[in-house]
Every structure is written in structure tokens, then in C-alpha cells.
């Protein structure tokens, strides 16, 4: 059922406010003036006016904590909640073959359902307010309805983007077309929808991509002003069944490969792109194109390190993911605002590769720019939408703190956010969910666990050989 949201003027006063507006303005006495589920004013407590403040519906005391806009999550699967850490151990090209393939296989339209709703409440409950879901299974009406029913449920945003298939090309696009029909706007417009299309070596090898799908896709992108988001340079280095290989094979890149066809343009929300090189982010900052960086995800891999600071001093817009749990365990992003830092930090052997702030704004603004939605979303100013997150500082693992955006990004943790708001609306209250009772959450939880060991029993899935992966066969 939709929500509507609220009529009412909410004030939340105190704490340092952090806006992420392009002067990168902070209140350290701040307030957000919220009506009808927008933003009217942000500023100073002590410069609003006090008939004004006393005139709100409802006061939220933000002393003590930091207000900032809600997150949002360039790159996220919904369902790997189902296969919490079975990844591990395993690098992209045996995780491909051996566990996400015949995990997708075996999986149903309730199953996605029950990931849906237990993945709403790890990102709401971690800060996250908007995230892109990248399909990666073939997905139908009712399998669309099982996703985004529980999203629309939740109250948050989501950017669902459809998976093509080269296989009965017109039909697939048919699907896409009324799949756009159906959500597109949904929820009160929380809900959006693009494409999935997938031109990375691997999901080209496993027959989920051609020229003719892509060109069509595009096609239908540009009519529609949707979305694409796409795995791109990802995987190991390896002549044997790694990324080096295809490119050996082919003799381009994945980024080459999208020029050469003439669709490269700022649609395309290109996620991970480990392995680029220099002629890859040149046709990256040409073209508009943003990409979606996964710290742990990468990390767990094995896979490499991404060059985050020299897309962004390139001029690329960097958004911040999180994957799926099936890969690195977890989609709290506050987590992965400190493992970026930590990365580029080393990868670059300069302690000032990527701030706390940076980090803020790729978590924030510049993902929401990335999915197309920073004229609605990512930052707290005056006619946007008032999607944001209260982090407690006076905690005992951040307090003392001297910096309040070093203190979220380095040593708070996702779920110690206070209070959520989308559109205006408490989602989280003092660390508790609004739209369900707790009673509801163990439920949840419990069907995702009972469905999860349902799934295992019927997929073909290593699932019993988490300490050794080196015998598994790469996927070819």
C-alpha cells in the first residue's frame, strides 16, 4: 500500500548539519525545515525565526548528532541477503559459475519477495534511504511485483533496473517497456526503473549480452530517459578465465567495446571498473558516463583495487555501492565511506587520496547524481525532497570526536543511525523501524532464514566448502 507523504511541518533542530550543497555548507548548530515531505530551509538554529520554529508540527532533537542527507546506494543486489558470506574465498570468475548462476537458478519470485523486505530494513536501518537494484536474474511480471511490492511497503526509494537478454530480443524489451509502465513513478514516486544491461567479459561469456541487445537496449534508454547500469572491467587479471583474458581474446576493453558501438553517454551508471585503464577513463569522462565504486566487494575478491581518484580528478561522477551480501557480507554504507578512504588512501600512498568528505559526497549527492535523481535526492536544500539520516555522535565509539563528518565516516557504524526520514517521513525512530514492529522484523528475518536453507537445499551451490574454493573450476 502507498504512502502519502506527511502534511506537516517537522523541524529538526540541533547538531551539526551537513547539507552536501556544491559550497559544502555546514550548520554546527543547524536546523532542516521540512513541509509537505520537502525541504523548506536549512540553515542556523539561531537565524530561524521563532514563530517559525514554534508553528512545526513536530520537533526533532538533533542535539549531539549529525544530520545529513539520506545515502544512497549506486549499486546493490536485493536478494544475496539469501546467501549472506557464501562467497567467500571465491574469486569473481568461480563466484560467477559456482554460487550466482545456479543461485539465481533455483530462486523464485517469493524468495525475491522475502529478500526484498529484509534488505529494506538492512539499508533503511543502516542510513540508506535510495538504492539502484541491478537485476541479474531474468525476471517476469510477478517476479517484478515480488521486488518492488516490499520496496513501496518499506517507504524507501529504489531505482530497479531490468535485465535484458539477447535470447527473444523483442519480447525482452516488451517486458522492459511494461515493466516501466507499471512502476515507473510508483510509491508516491519513490519508485523508478531503468536497464540492466551487461557487457562485462563474463556475463558476455555466459550468453547474457550481443551488440544487437545492446544497441536496441539503448535505444529503448534514450526514448524512455532511463538508466542503464552495467558490470564493467571487473574480475582477475588472468590469461586463464579472468578479465585479461577477454581482452586479450577480443582486443578491446569493456569500455572500448561500449564506444565502438557509439551508445557510451551519461546513462550508463558503469559499476566497479577495477581494471581500467587510461584510454578506459578518458572514454569514461567524455562521454558523461559515472561509475558505481563496491570497496569491500572488490576487496573480498581478491580482484584489485579501483582508481577512484583518478576518475574523480578525470571529472567522473563517482557514486559509492555496497554489492550484495552474497558477495561481501554487507550493505552498510558507512562502512564502505571508510573502506574507501582506507583503499585509495593506500593505493595512492597519499593520506589525503579520498576525505571523510569526499567519501560523504560520493555516499550521498553523487550517487544520487549518478542514478539521475541530485535534482530530488543527496543533498538537504530548499525544494528537494527531505530524505535524510541523524547519526548520535555522543556514542562511546565516536565520542570524544573533533571532526563530526570524520567522526560518521570513520568510526560510526550503519546501524548506529538515530532517526530516517523519506519524504518527510520517519522511517527509523530512535533506532527503531516505523512501518514495522518488532514482532514483524523477526518475522521477516525468520523467512528470509527458513527460504535461504530452502534455497541451498535445492541449488547446486558449494555451499558447505566455505574454507577451500581452490578446487572450484573458474567460470569459462
Known amino acids: 500500500m502507498a504512502h502519502a507523504a506527511h502534511a506537516r511541518t517537522v523541524l529538526v533542530a540541533g547538531g551539526c548539519v551537513v547539507p552536501m550543497d556544491r559550497e559544502r555548507s555546514r550548520f554546527d548548530d543547524g536546523y532542516v525545515l521540512i513541509r509537505d515531505g520537502a525541504i523548506a530551509a536549512v540553515g542556523e538554529l539561531a537565524a530561524l525565526d521563532s514563530a517559525v520554529a514554534d508553528a512545526a508540527d513536530e520537533r526533532i532533537d538533533a542535539r549531539g548528532c549529525i544530520v545529513v542527507p539520506g545515502f544512497v546506494n549506486a549499486h546493490q543486489h536485493h536478494w544475496y541477503d539469501l546467501f549472506r558470506g557464501l562467497g567467500g574465498g571465491m574469486r569473481l570468475e568461480q563466484w560467477i559459475g559456482n554460487l550466482l548462476l545456479p543461485a539465481g537458478r533455483a530462486m523464485t519470485a517469493a524468495d525475491s519477495a522475502a529478500a526484498s523486505r529484509l534488505a529494506c530494513l538492512e539499508m533503511l536501518g543502516t542510513g540508506t534511504t535510495t538504492c539502484l537494484n541491478h537485476s541479474v536474474t531474468v525476471t517476469g511480471p510477478d517476479w517484478i511485483e515480488a521486488t518492488l511490492a516490499p520496496v513501496v511497503e518499506s517507504g524507501m526509494r529504489q531505482l530497479f533496473c531490468k ?195 569526499d567519501a560523504l559526497a560520493m555516499a550521498t549527492i553523487d550517487s544520487a547524481r549518478l542514478l539521475g535523481m541530485d535534482d530530488r535526492i543527496g543533498s538537504l536544500e530548499p525544494g528537494k525532497r527531505a530524505d535524510l539520516a541523524i547519526f548520535d555522535l555522543e556514542r562511546p565509539t565516536i565520542a570524544p570526536y573533533h571532526d563530526p563528518v570524520a567522526a560518521l565516516v570513520q568510526s560510526a557504524r550503519g546501524c548506529e543511525v538515530r532517526d530516517v526520514l523519506v519524504d518527510g517521513e520517519p522511517l527509523v525512530r530512535d533506532g527503531a523501524f516505523t512501518r514495522v514492529g518488532a514482532d514483524d522484523v523477526r518475522s521477516i528475518v525468520g523467512e528470509a532464514r527458513e527460504r535461504a536453507h530452502a534455497l541451498l537445499a535445492r541449488a547446486d551451490v558449494p555451499a558447505h566448502r566455505a574454507a577451500a574454493r581452490a578446487d572450484l573450476p573458474a567460470y569459462v
Open 163 to 357: 535485465e535484458l537478454r539477447p535470447q527473444a530480443l523483442d519480447d525482452q524489451l516488451a517486458l522492459a517497456r511494461a515493466a516501466h509502465e507499471r512502476w515507473h513513478g510508483a510509491g508516491d514516486g519513490r519508485i523508478a526503473v531503468g536497464l540492466t544491461i551487461e557487457t562485462t567479459a563474463h556475463w558476455v561469456a555466459a550468453g547474457t549480452c550481443s551488440e544487437e541487445l545492446v544497441l536496441a537496449g539503448h535505444v529503448l534508454a534514450r526514448e524512455l530517459g532511463l538508466r542503464i547500469t552495467d558490470h564493467v572491467a571487473g574480475g582477475t587479471m588472468s590469461r586463464e578465465g579472468g578479465y585479461l583474458r577477454f581482452v586479450l581474446e577480443t582486443g578491446r576493453t569493456d569500455l572500448e567495446f561500449l564506444h565502438g558501438l557509439g551508445v557510451l553517454d551519461d546513462r550508463w551508471v558503469l559499476a566497479h571498473a577495477i581494471n581500467v585503464r587510461d584510454r578506459d577513463v578518458e572514454l569514461i569522462a567524455a562521454s558523461g558516463a559515472g561509475v558505481a565504486h563496491t570497496p569491500t566487494s572488490e576487496a573480498i575478491r581478491g580482484a584489485g583495487l579501483a582508481p577512484i581518484r583518478r576518475l574523480r580528478d578525470a571529472g567522473v561522477v563517482v557514486g559509492l555501492g555496497s554489492d550484495g551480501p552474497m558477495v561481501d557480507t554487507s550493505v552498510d554504507l558507512v562502512e564502505q565511506m571508510k573502506v574507501a578512504i582506507l583503499q585509495q588512501n593506500q593505493l595512492h600512498l597519499d593520506p589525503l587520496a579520498l576525505t571523510p568528505l
